[in-house]
């Protein structure tokens, strides 16, 4: 089994990366899918949240409101870091209980935008870095998450810097370019890795 990190910063196009990977042939483990499964109500990470942030986080329902709970988040790192000591340790145990059910000859990428800060590295054999002009992540994420560009930079600054990332990595994917340029790029990658 070969494990691969997938990261970036907000906005270089992480997920289409991974997309490409999966037609590929790679399974993917997603970080993110993962951790909006352990803050769903009823769970102790939901419960540990409410604890710590109010229940002004929540909507109507009782679950979390994830824009609300960003708002609240990403005024202060030390806010970043209370939430990542909430829920870092529950997503990083079924990340390595999904790798545990994988085959052994299978390729796994591991999907996760905090994946050096949660100091998932030591699991994975290989770190691929997706990376983007700060412009072109501030365009992305304000069309994708319709937020600000004040709140894009916020949640940046709330990450490892990009150019920290990219000196750990292995493989460093440029998604300036268009997705064909890109697919391209990890089709090169995807070839070393197979048949290293």
């Given at each position: ?5 997938l990261t970036?910063?907000?906005?270089t ?16 483990i ?10 769903r ?10 604890i ?10 009782g679950?979390i409101?994830?824009?609300?709970t960003?708002e ?14 909430i829920?870092?340790?529950a997503?990083?145990r079924?990340?390595?209980e ?5 085959a052994s000859g299978d390729?796994?990428?591991i999907?996760a935008?905090?994946?050096i800060?949660?100091?998932l ?8 870095v ?8 501030i365009?992305r994420c304000?069309?994708?998450?319709r ?7 916020k ?5 490892l810097p ?9 493989f460093v994917i440029d998604?300036?370019g268009?997705?064909?340029e ?10 070393k890795?197979?048949?290293?």
């Amino acid at each position: 089994m070969t494990i691969l990190g997938l990261t970036g910063s907000f906005g270089t196009g992480k997920t289409f990366v991974a997309s490409v990977f999966k037609k590929l042939g790679a399974k993917i483990i997603d970080a993110d899918a993962i951790a909006h499964a352990v803050i769903r109500k009823g769970t102790g990470v939901h419960k540990k949240m409410v604890i710590l942030f109010g229940g002004g986080i929540l909507d109507k329902r009782g679950n979390i409101n994830r824009r609300k709970t960003a708002e609240i988040i990403f005024k202060n790192k030390a806010n970043v870091k209370k939430l990542n000591g909430i829920v870092h340790p529950a997503v990083i145990r079924i990340i390595k209980e999904k790798v545990g059910r994988c085959a052994s000859g299978d390729i796994v990428v591991i999907d996760a935008p905090l994946l050096i800060e949660a100091r998932l590295t030591g699991i994975t054999d290989k770190l691929i870095v997706v990376k983007a002009s700060r412009k072109k992540q501030i365009e992305r994420c304000k069309a994708k998450f319709r937020i600000s560009e004040k709140e894009v930079l916020k949640r940046i600054g709330s990450q490892l810097p990009l150019t920290e990332k990219i000196k750990l990595a292995d493989f460093v994917i440029d998604n300036n370019g268009t997705k064909s340029e890109t697919t391209t790029k990890i089709k090169k990658a995807w070839r070393k890795i197979v048949w290293k």
